[in-house]
């Protein structure tokens, strides 16, 4: 009689509290349709296989579940230095119903046959409002972080994860950025990044169901006080068979800009653009002296 040889795969678990924990899940909004649930996720710690499959579920408290979403394969999730946040919107289900499950597969075989093999997970049975590593909101829309880059800064986006600010590591960009203490450089860069994030999220199709790109413009909408229905929908047309840049998107871009950078207040009420001023000012007056001196 034949024999069928089952490969088995050794399921490791995956760790959502305690020190350095493999992924976190907070709730970011919570309204009559259901919540807005935030993953941060990095499974380095472990040996998976690079092009394992990465697999995110709601349940509520009954053991309904939602249709699992996928996140990524492993190897997009491993790499250096980032950190990978994703958004979801999960309806019909409350805060205090949730459960959560993240498992890793590979793929194996079972009489000649490909099937999905479970190697790792982990079951998560609600948000824990009393944990400072599960209780995590999203305090800013543009996440910075440091990496070996070619230039001083650049904006990475993907759909449905939280656009990142690249700051060139080593040039201590980050921390005059985080610490806001040199409102030149902050200028500089937030308007050059904030433009580049409205024209990719105007004009790539792939961010018109992206919850980032919503989150971004319901911002925008609070602090123009214009209604994201009058919001320009694409940065560029065709004109006979041209791809031309919409003079209207771009003078739309140029004032949002200016309202969420220039006009930015500090805990003092001071507007960006008037501390940019002053600290150009002062760095003249020094450079002066200088070749007076």
């Given at each position: 009689?034949?024999?069928?040889?089952?490969?088995?795969?050794?399921?490791?678990?995956?760790?959502?509290?305690?020190?350095?924990?493999?992924?976190?899940?907070?709730?970011?909004?919570?309204?009559?349709?259901?919540?807005?649930?935030?993953?941060?996720?990095?499974?380095?710690?472990?040996?998976?296989?690079?092009?394992?499959?990465?697999?995110?579920?709601?349940?509520?408290?009954?053991?309904?579940?939602?249709?699992?979403?996928?996140?990524?394969?492993?190897?997009?999730?491993?790499?250096?230095?980032?950190?990978?946040?994703?958004?979801?919107?999960?309806?019909?289900?409350?805060?205090?119903?949730?459960?959560?499950?993240?498992?890793?597969?590979?793929?194996?075989?079972?009489?000649?046959?490909?099937?999905?093999?479970?190697?790792?997970?982990?079951?998560?049975?609600?948000?824990?409002?009393?944990?400072?590593?599960?209780?995590?909101?999203?305090?800013?829309?543009?996440?910075?972080?440091?990496?070996?880059?070619?230039?001083?800064?650049?904006?990475d986006m993907a759909p449905h994860r939280v656009p990142?600010?690249?700051?060139?590591?080593?040039?201590?960009?980050?921390?005059?950025?985080?610490?806001?203490?040199?409102?030149?450089?902050?200028?500089?860069?937030?308007?050059?990044?904030?433009?580049?994030?409205?024209?990719?999220?105007?004009?790539?199709?792939?961010?018109?169901?992206?919850?980032?790109?919503?989150?971004?413009?319901?911002?925008?909408?609070?602090?123009?006080?214009?209604?994201?229905?009058?919001?320009?929908?694409?940065?560029?047309?065709?004109?006979?068979?041209?791809?031309?840049?919409?003079?209207?998107?771009?003078?739309?871009?140029?004032?949002?800009?200016?309202t969420m950078v220039s006009n930015l207040l500090d805990v003092s009420?001071?507007?960006?653009?008037?501390?940019?001023?002053?600290?150009?000012?002062?760095?003249?007056?020094?450079?002066?002296?200088?070749?007076?001196?």
């Amino acid at each position: 009689m034949s024999q069928t040889t089952l490969e088995v795969f050794e399921e490791k678990r995956i760790t959502y509290r305690g020190k350095n924990p493999d992924l976190n899940i907070a709730c970011t909004k919570e309204n009559e349709k259901g919540i807005q649930v935030e993953l941060t996720i990095n499974l380095s710690q472990h040996d998976f296989d690079k092009e394992c499959d990465v697999f995110f579920q709601t349940y509520d408290n009954r053991g309904a579940g939602t249709k699992p979403h996928k996140v990524g394969k492993v190897k997009e999730l491993n790499k250096e230095g980032e950190e990978n946040i994703f958004q979801y919107n999960i309806d019909n289900i409350t805060k205090d119903d949730a459960r959560f499950r993240v498992t890793v597969s590979k793929e194996g075989f079972l009489k000649d046959k490909k099937v999905k093999r479970l190697i790792g997970k982990a079951e998560i049975p609600g948000f824990d409002d009393n944990d400072d590593t599960i209780n995590q909101k999203v305090n800013s829309l543009l996440h910075t972080k440091e990496m070996e880059i070619g230039t001083a800064f650049k904006v990475d986006m993907a759909p449905h994860r939280v656009p990142y600010l690249i700051l060139k590591k080593g040039c201590n960009i980050k921390h005059k950025l985080d610490s806001n203490s040199d409102p030149i450089q902050k200028t500089l860069i937030y308007t050059s990044a904030i433009r580049a994030l409205l024209e990719t999220y105007l004009t790539d199709y792939k961010y018109e169901d992206c919850l980032f790109k919503r989150d971004w413009f319901n911002l925008i909408s609070n602090k123009t006080g214009e209604s994201i229905e009058d919001f320009p929908t694409s940065y560029i047309s065709l004109e006979e068979d041209k791809t031309v840049i919409e003079k209207s998107c771009k003078n739309w871009i140029d004032q949002v800009t200016e309202t969420m950078v220039s006009n930015l207040l500090d805990v003092s009420g001071n507007k960006l653009i008037d501390k940019f001023k002053t600290a150009n000012f002062r760095k003249q007056e020094i450079s002066f002296s200088e070749e007076e001196g």
